[in-house]
Nanobody, 126 residues
Framework: QVQLVESGGGLVQAGDSLRLSCLAT?????????MAWFRQAPGKEREFVAT????????HYADSVKDRFTISRNNAEATVFLQMGAMKSEDTATYYC??????????????????WGQGTQVTVSS
């Protein structure tokens, strides 16, 4: 069982930066699976943001955040990060981290993920 806890959300202004963190505990060990960030705005479906493989060597991003957001991980600290920059009002959402045990599953599909955090709210004011 894996437990995921996000932190770092808050209220920022358009153009600002913010870093989210997600701490993983439990088994299997953190360096055995891929991680991702999703987000969900009110009245909208949950959408893929970014994913990273077990050692940080491979990443993928949604077009809407490419070149603005960076996903990274520290396996020694069992933590995945999402550095968000040049933020826009449309980035306002609850952000969730998720663990994916099978790297070959569709990383954009939320059903490919085995565990989820409880979410952290990010609000961008324009």
């Amino acid at each position: 069982q894996v437990q995921l806890v996000e932190s770092g959300g808050g209220l920022v202004q358009a153009g600002d930066s913010l870093r989210l963190s997600c701490l993983a505990t439990g088994r299997p060990l953190f360096n055995n699976y891929a991680m991702a960030w999703f987000r969900q705005a009110p009245g909208k479906e949950r959408e893929f943001v970014a994913t990273i493989n077990w050692n940080g060597g491979v990443t993928h991003y949604a077009d809407s955040v490419k070149d603005r957001f960076t996903i990274s991980r520290n396996n020694a600290e069992a933590t995945v990060f999402l550095q968000m920059g040049a933020m826009k009002s449309e980035d306002t959402a609850t952000y969730y981290c998720a663990a994916r045990f099978d790297w070959n599953r569709d990383y954009e599909n939320s059903h490919s993920y085995n565990y989820w955090g409880q979410g952290t709210q990010v609000t961008v004011s324009s």
